[in-house]
């Protein structure tokens, strides 16, 4: 037996069942509370940030994309693709995995799975932005499209916004029902409706999460009030958005990284004159986010690399003296720097 | 006990110890040999490959980058450090990792240890090259730098264009002994040398692979005799050469992808305009390679996405039907693609 690598060569390793024991252990609310907040004190220093475009590659059917940051200590990316045709085929739209790295050393140090926490911090996002945007007394949110990350939005706006009314409206009633009985039993009133302009009554905030690649119109300017929030993140590449033009006209946008949101938000539709506010600055106290009770706020959401870079944080200090991970073998690490090669040919045994 | 991840949920993933096993199973100049043909053949096929440099994240002391790839049915990527500091800190100056994809689904199909692959496929890659490019009758090799990847170089130029003598040298002594140490009983005489000057003396091709991150001048214009073929693979980033800017002049010039060897590779040291080869059209039998046994050529290489991509390939063929990998619970698949909260909850069990 060759002698075992040292904890040098190891690599801490977060599971999709390791991720889902996590929340049940912590409670899936206290979660999307601590990762808001997690992102929202990242967002605070936005400037520390190595910040670049996803790195994208494109087919047909779908996109692989790289997300990297770094704040100069840690560095972080995700893998993550997007393939709206996969769900016809039984296979996540969706899937994601990453990684945090020390930059003094350039070694790894988290693996994880990040479909779920994608979900979460996506959740997460939407709400910490919601609570610099939305109207102070929100009580209900409109969710528009039901399929795999809404019930984490809903929860995400009970944890985060203090909601108690969601209105779910899904071109499919069968996803719409799903989401319904997943949403038992966590202390909202959930709402099925059955048409977009029925889910949006009385909701002060409205959240559009639909998976078409292709420009649809999930809301039109005859639909939205004065003072409503709206949180568009089904949008997220180009060619695809959720809203009419003429709603964007009358709202103030704000959103996470303009170079990259320019290209797959909302915002697509919109001249690069158009007046836009960057998150980062409400939050660092640089701009203001909502400043009547009548103006209506769209946080155009696309994703940003910060927020799983948050995220990995968060889920490297809590794993910490658990047992929701495993060490990965996946660094070489000869005893002699220098000597890969004798590792390799002492390890004949 | 919540149901067990379906087949989809599993990557399969190949540790470092696995790599080792591999490489001893299937002997380390089969292997070579075997990535040698795989990357010929991708570089044949250069022109169906996504290109870009690599994503990289510079801090004061080292590099972290992503340097991704697709062929179209495939997509890969590794990730990868260079800390030329870490050496004095027990660490490894690179470590690495890879992963596959299937471009149709975005689904990951293989996480591999890359630290070990990258020094294979880099040893493969050069002596590839130099089977296009190095007189036909080389015999022996000068091997200055005799850190982690010399023994890999000495032991491909064997197995791949069949020398039989390799000459070490390296600033530190101590290095030399441990190339020349673990090369006993590979059917190579090594000679270790003193200086540079006493290494190429008789060598039809010289490697260079040191690792300091600066200009420096490991070979000058005086010791290129003609006919030589250089393989330089140590000056790899911006401000790293090793050899002194006379002898470009003199060589032709052949490269891996132009717009990243202009900014890492010994070119940097030359005006754009100057001529330059990419060694896939001599590959494809667009470009002559060595023309006269007089000329001197150099292969300026600094590493590329493709090279990965071949040796991901590779990796994921060889352990089929072997124990050399386990699988990872590394993505969410639930029963119904949009019930990723319900996979959630009805894991509380």
Redesign the interface.
């Known amino acids: 037996m ?1 002698p075992l ?1 040292s904890e ?2 190891y690599v801490p ?1 977060v ?3 390791h991720m ?2 996590l ?2 252990h912590l409670g ?1 609310e206290t979660v999307l509370r601590a990762l808001a907040d997690e992102i929202e004190a990242d967002f605070k220093r936005w400037e520390m940030f ?1 910040k ?1 475009p996803r ?1 994208a ?1 494109h ?1 047909e ?4 994309e ?1 997300m ?1 940051t ?1 704040d ?1 200590e840690m ?1 972080g ?1 995700k ?1 993550v ?3 709206p045709k ?2 016809r ?5 969706v ?1 994601a ?1 990453g ?1 945090l ?1 020390d ?6 140090k988290l693996l994880s ?1 990040m ?2 926490l994608t ?1 979460l911090r996506t959740a997460a996002t939407s709400a910490m932005a919601a609570r610099h945007l939305a109207p102070k007394d929100a009580s209900t949110m409109a969710m528009i499209g ?7 939005q809903c929860l995400a706006f009970k944890a985060i916004c203090g909601i108690d009314t969601v209105r779910l409206y899904d071109t499919d009633p069968a ?1 719409t029902a ?2 319904a ?2 949403l038992v039993g966590h202390g909202l009133d959930v709402i099925p409706c059955t048409s977009a302009e029925d889910c949006i009554e009385g909701a002060q905030m409205i959240t559009t999460c639909t998976a078409d690649k292709q420009n649809a119109t999930i809301l039109t300017d005859n639909m939205i009030g004065p003072g409503v929030h709206i949180n568009a993140i089904g949008g997220d590449c180009p060619g695809k958005t959720e809203l009419h033009r003429d709603i964007l006209m009358r709202s103030s946008i704000f959103v996470e990284y303009p170079e990259q949101t320019w290209v797959e938000g909302e915002i697509q539709q919109l001249d690069r004159t158009h007046p836009i506010t960057e998150l980062w600055q409400v939050i660092a106290g640089h701009a203001t986010g909502r400043t009547s009770p009548t103006q209506i706020t769209l946080f155009d959401s696309v994703g940003f690399a910060i927020e799983d870079f948050s995220a990995l944080r968060y889920v490297e200090g809590a794993i910490k003296g658990t047992e929701f991970f495993t060490m ?7 005893d ?10 002492r ?2 045994a």
């Open positions: 060759p690598p040098l060569a390793f599971s999709v069942q889902m024991n929340v049940h899936i190595d670049t790195v590659s087919s059917v779908g996109v692989i790289l990297p770094s100069g560095y990316f893998y693709n997007g393939h996969n769900t085929e039984g296979l996540q739209t899937t995995f990684l790295a930059v003094n050393t350039g070694y790894p799975e479909t779920l979900a039901n399929g795999a990350q809404s019930e984490f996803a799903k989401a009985r997943n990965l073998d996946m660094l070489a690490d000869p002699d720097p220098r000597d890969l090669f004798g590792m390799l040919q390890s004949t």
